[in-house]
Nanobody, 119 residues
Framework: QVHVVESGGGLVQPGGSLRLSCAAS????????MGWYRQAPGNQRELVAD???????NYADSVKGRFAISRDNAKNTVYLQMNSLKPEDTAVYYC?????????????WGQGTQVTVSS
């Protein structure tokens, strides 16, 4: 059974930093992509950053230059380093993984972790 487990998040002051981690485990044949989405109250879930085939990265315009995504292939883990955080970054952050188990690619989501940026 596949598990996608997030850690990190919490309360931070504007200008501060946080690091999110997400590990995928359980019968994974290959990982096509892993990344982070976020959803603030009243808003749709949006892509923050993802990393495809462990090499190509994508970022939302709102986080470019402040956030960095990386992946540890040996651990099936993706990290999101968030710097210069702003109140508008406040949201629930969800890890997303597009995995191959035994057939076509399948979407998996973590349970979400709250990030609050406030003084």
């Amino acid at each position: 059974q596949v598990h996608v487990v997030e850690s990190g998040g919490g309360l931070v002051q504007p200008g501060g930093s946080l690091r999110l981690s997400c590990a995928a485990s359980g019968g994974i044949f290959s990982i096509y992509s892993m990344g982070w989405y976020r959803q603030a109250p009243g808003n749709q879930r949006e892509l923050v950053a993802d990393i495809i085939t462990g090499v190509r990265t994508n970022y939302a315009d709102s986080v470019k230059g402040r956030f960095a995504i990386s992946r540890d292939n040996a651990k099936n883990t993706v990290y999101l380093q968030m710097n210069s955080l702003k109140p508008e970054d406040t949201a629930v952050y969800y890890c997303h993984a597009l995995l191959q188990i035994t057939g076509p690619l399948v979407d998996f989501w973590g349970q979400g972790t709250q990030v609050t940026v406030s003084s």
